[in-house]
């Protein structure tokens, strides 16, 4: 028999990325990324010319489309193999990003009499120009106590789907009206290549309050949001909700025209970026915490049993792997953090002296940052850049960078920063394990740790806890393919669940990073000042970093 594919296709914030995979061993044939045309759209909607308010983030569903006409044809082509070979489909995505359609699947910002309105284009995960709706959700749901707001961390994010879809009703009521159904962007592409609209159990779950047993909230509780929402979830959000893994369809004629596969090839159901990434570093049981790093960090945890968590994102049972509670948390800056200080706060002489090295500023600072022991800086910082998206989830809190004096180098604040990160991180981790998901083992993926060794020695020191790290530099993307290759099935040549895929198909690297134990030790109490500061400034015992924030609104209006 001739050796069988699957291609995973991975949606991200500027450009889709398409992946060849050989399911015998996981082995990545070949890949090709398709940036959006159309970039993220966050200041002026582009048939209208007209500027997009602050917060706002859009973007154009027909550059999804365009991600499989070229990509998928290039990953063939480079590989050269015979696409009757490619058994399955499946494509991950940012998530919640939503759009509207008419009874056609059409989206409505595709068609003349809406594309002027900015609330029928695609919302992007990253739209937070929802938040009053968002508070007001909270508000009414803790006031009314409903008991899905526990499994949510006791918040739902304005990025989420029915803070979206409230803002849309609120601010263009004709386009609440005209739309048929609002969608996840990841089940409108595979309503695009199967003719089929089938709604995943991760979006559904994470981002828009779904529950396997529950279902959604009830009516009385969207009536009480807005009595136009009271039939939303039978209506405009309808539709079955299936496992990831499930075969969402076939590939249509013309789909498969466009990308030159097969027609009738196995697609599997729309899937997570970060979800996706679990099983594609082996991940199928609990103790194993999947870190996604780079800009931010995603946090994805398996476990056996439903368990309120301060803070998490959220907990859908089978929502990551079938049989398991998916439990997810994460932290809003990381990655973004470093850049900002590479941008905005180095001095002159340390890009000059990288230059010189031909290295860049990040490596430079990281090689000097390596020198110091854990605590010899005398500097602790609270990575709050972006806000706390776990365990206090809280956008106004800032940053803050505590010990300076006229001896400090740009390196030991690097360090500083790198720690800060990791000591957020480790309040993920004791949070989980603390109240019953067991943390045992860390699993890295992601641009990070393929970027900066001493940031990875640093999250094994103070998590106290051994990191793998994945050998593919397109997680989710292979995890996306592993899925498409369930979709197939074994009698197609793909696999009949994601387990027995994850075991041929996943890899780590060899080495692992392991916590030296004298620098647990020095890392537990820097660990100790950090919670002090954490609870000081997050908690409400001192709320300077609001005031800060106040007062700068209103000296800017
Ligand atoms: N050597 C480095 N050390 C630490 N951070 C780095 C380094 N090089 C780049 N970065 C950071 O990595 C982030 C990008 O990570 P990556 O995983 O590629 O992106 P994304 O999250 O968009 O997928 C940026 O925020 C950048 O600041
Ligand atoms: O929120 C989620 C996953 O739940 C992500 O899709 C979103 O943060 C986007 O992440 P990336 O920027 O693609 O790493």
Redesign the pocket.
């Known amino acids: 028999m001739s050796k069988k594919y699957a291609i995973g296709v991975d949606y ?1 914030t500027q450009s889709g990325r398409a992946v060849l995979v050989d399911l015998a061993d996981g082995t990545e044939v070949a890949d090709h990324v398709t940036p959006y045309p159309h970039h993220v759209i966050d200041e002026i909607l582009p048939v209208t010319g007209k500027k997009l308010d602050y917060d706002w983030a859009l973007q154009h569903p027909a550059d999804y489309i365009e991600v499989l006409k070229r990509s998928v044809p290039e990953v063939i082509r480079q590989s050269g193999i015979d696409p009757a070979d490619v058994v399955g489909v499946g494509i991950d995505f940012t998530a919640c990003t939503m759009l509207p359609v008419n009874e056609q699947g059409q989206p409505l910002c595709l068609l003349p009499e809406y594309s002027e309105n900015p609330h029928s284009w695609t919302k992007l995960w990253k739209h937070h120009a929802a938040q009053d709706e968002a508070n007001e959700i909270n508000r009414i749901a803790a006031e009314r106590g409903e008991k899905w707001l526990p499994r949510y961390g006791g918040k739902i994010s304005s990025e989420w789907m029915m803070a979206k879809v409230w803002q849309i009703l609120n601010e263009a009521p004709e386009i609440y009206e005209a739309a048929d159904q609002f969608l996840e962007a990841t089940d409108w592409v595979i309503s695009q290549m199967t003719g089929n609209i089938v709604r995943n159990s991760c979006t559904a779950g994470y981002k828009a309050i779904w529950h396997k047993a529950d279902g959604y909230p009830d009516k009385e509780f969207f009536k009480a949001l807005d009595p136009r929402l009271e039939n939303l979830t039978t209506t405009k959000l309808r539709g079955d909700i299936v496992p990831l893994g499930t075969k969402a369809g076939e590939l249509t004629a013309e789909m498969a025209q466009l990308t030159g596969l097969i027609a009738g090839t196995a697609v599997a159901v729309g899937n997570v970026d970060a979800h996706a990434a679990v099983p594609a570093v082996g991940v199928v049981t609990p103790g194993k915490l999947v870190m996604a790093m ?3 960090i995603c946090h994805m945890l398996l476990g056996e049993t439903e368990q309120e968590v301060e803070g998490m994102c959220g907990v859908v049972e089978d929502g990551i792997i079938p049989g398991y509670f998916g439990y997810e948390a994460g932290q809003s800056a990381v ?2 953090i ?2 900002w200080y590479v941008e905005e706060a180095v001095p002159a002489y340390v890009k000059e002296a990288a230059a010189l090295e031909n290295v860049n500023v ?2 430079w600072l ?1 090689t000097r940052a390596a020198a110091y022991k854990p605590g010899q800086t005398g500097l602790l910082a609270l990575d709050w850049w972006n806000g706390n998206r776990s365990v206090l989830v809280d956008t106004n809190l800032t940053g803050l960078l505590l010990g300076c004096t006229l001896l400090t180098k740009p390196e030991e604040i690097y360090r500083t920063l790198l720690e800060a990160t990791a000591f957020g991180t480790r309040k993920i981790v004791d949070a989980f394990h603390g109240n019953g998901v067991a943390v045992d083992v860390l699993y890295a993926c ?3 740790p393929q ?2 060794r001493l ?1 990875m020695q640093i999250y094994a020191d103070v998590t106290n806890r051994e990191i793998k790290v994945a050998a593919s530099k397109q997680t989710p993307a292979l995890g996306a393919a592993m899925f498409g290759a369930v979709a197939a099935g074994a009698d197609k040549g793909g696999y009949d669940s994601i387990v027995e895929a994850a075991e041929k198909m996943a890899r780590v690297r060899e080495d692992s990073y392991l916590p030296i134990p004298e620098n647990v030790a020095i890392y537990e109490l820097l660990f100790q000042e950090y919670s002090k500061l954490h609870d000081y400034f997050g908690r409400g015992e001192n709320n300077v970093m609001k005031h800060l924030k106040a007062i700068k609104e209103e000296v800017t209006e």
Request: glycine share 30%; proline share 0%.
């Open positions: 991200g780079g800009t931010s990655g973004d470093f850049e990040h490596e990281e992601g641009g990070l970027k900066n940031l």
